[in-house]
């Protein structure tokens, strides 16, 4: 079983840029391919990102593509969600999640057994 915890959320004003951070403990995060999910105020949980065990396979929502990049550190057993041009519309708890039973990366929250926490971004307009 893998614990995760992301980090890296914060305030930034629209147009600025934060990395989200997802640390893994208890078992090696090159185990499962990995995903960047969101929760915005009053909304449901939403795809961002995902990356398959390798870190060669990503894929990206549509409203996130060239802004924002999926990556890992298998060594380091951590993953990586680069945003830039950040949107106020874009405020929300980000969440990763792992999966053990594909080698691919999912875009659908039903195909990931473990979930952190959450992190906080707030884009300010």
């Known amino acids: 079983q893998v614990q995760l915890v992301e980090s890296g959320g914060g305030l930034v004003q629209a147009g600025g840029s934060l990395r989200l951070s997802c640390a893994a403990s208890?078992?090696?995060?090159?185990?499962?391919?990995t995903g960047w999910f969101r929760q915005a105020p009053g909304n449901e949980r939403e795809f961002v990102a995902c990356?398959?065990?390798?870190?060669?396979?990503?894929n990206y929502a549509q409203s996130v593509k060239d802004r924002f990049t999926i990556s890992r550190d298998n060594a380091a057993d951590t993953v990586y969600l680069q945003m830039n041009s950040l949107k106020p519309e874009e405020t929300a708890i980000y969440f990763c999640?792992?999966?053990?039973?594909?080698?691919?990366?999912?875009?659908?929250?039903?195909?990931?057994?473990?979930w952190g926490k959450g992190t906080q971004v707030t884009v300010s307009s």
């Open positions: 999640a792992a999966d053990n039973r594909r080698l691919g990366a999912s875009t659908l929250q039903a195909a990931y057994d473990y």
């Open positions: 990356v398959d065990r390798s870190g060669l396979v990503t």
């Open positions: 208890g078992r090696a995060l090159s185990n499962y391919a």
